[in-house]
């Protein structure tokens, strides 16, 4: 289904549709169909709940999601939605929202989840997600909220895998969002995770008059304009997200 953040663009006699997302589109601007974001991501930021707040919103304005859960079980990012306000049950129910358990198979326990992975090797699970793409429409918003602990020490095949999986999302006309954190992998893997996506997110912590705040700067969007400014990301008791920009 089309959802309601949805829209057209007339570019070089092509109808584009884009994407809205909160606090992403602050930077990048209306997203079109079929790209991957790279979010290069401080392991200390609140990252989850940035994506949460992007989820939400595309949600809300009628997109479908679909959010790999890596580094946590599903259940607390179930409640992470929750808390901002989003009744999440009424998505899953009826299939708008996938929360997918990757965490469960990489931990190597049985996952209490619909939706989740029977394998955490990266070939068979490139063959299932072929399998699955069909199933999501475009303007779908798809999030692997931390994909370092899947690369870490096989970063080399990693890349093949992506270069995968975005072959198999950009033709569906999906939104995909990959973090990966700073600081882990050879300078040559982020190089190469660069090539391969479409825009460049920066989120991490920075010293501000004092204090250590989050924030998140775009560093590239290929093919179009960026706001490369960065901006200091504001959480409320709930976890909703807010920006201003940073003003030294």
């Known amino acids: 289904m089309m959802g309601a953040d949805e829209v057209s663009l007339e570019q070089e006699g092509t109808m584009v549709r884009t994407v809205n997302l909160p606090i992403l589109s602050e930077l990048l601007g209306e997203i079109p169909i079929g790209r991957t974001l790279l979010m290069l991501v401080d392991p200390d930021a609140q990252t989850t709940a940035l994506f949460v707040n992007a989820a939400s919103g595309h949600l809300r304005a ?79 918003l798809i999030v692997y909220e931390s994909l370092s602990s899947m690369a870490f020490g096989q970063e080399s095949v990693f890349s093949k895998f992506t270069r995968k999986v975005i072959s198999i999302w950009r033709p569906r006309g999906t939104i995909v969002i990959a973090a990966m954190t700073t600081g882990l992998h050879p300078t040559s893997f982020y190089q190469d995770m660069k090539q391969i996506s479409d825009a460049v997110v920066e989120v991490k912590l920075e010293e501000f008059r004092g204090e250590i705040v989050n924030t998140i700067r775009a560093r590239s969007f290929r093919g179009r304009n960026a706001d490369t400014r960065v901006r200091r990301v504001i959480f409320d008791d709930k976890m909703n997200a807010t920006t201003e920009l940073l003003k030294r």
């Open 62 to 140: 009628g997109g479908d999601l679909l959010y790999s859960s890596i580094n946590q079980p599903v259940s607390e990012l179930r409640q992470l939605f929750v808390r901002g306000g989003l009744n999440i049950a009424e998505y899953e129910a009826k299939d708008s929202a996938v929360l997918f358990d990757a965490y469960s198979a990489a931990m190597g326990t049985k996952s209490p989840e619909k939706y989740h992975a029977f394998t955490s090797n990266l070939n068979e699970m490139s063959i299932a997600m072929a399998e699955s793409a069909s199933l999501w429409p475009a303007g779908t």
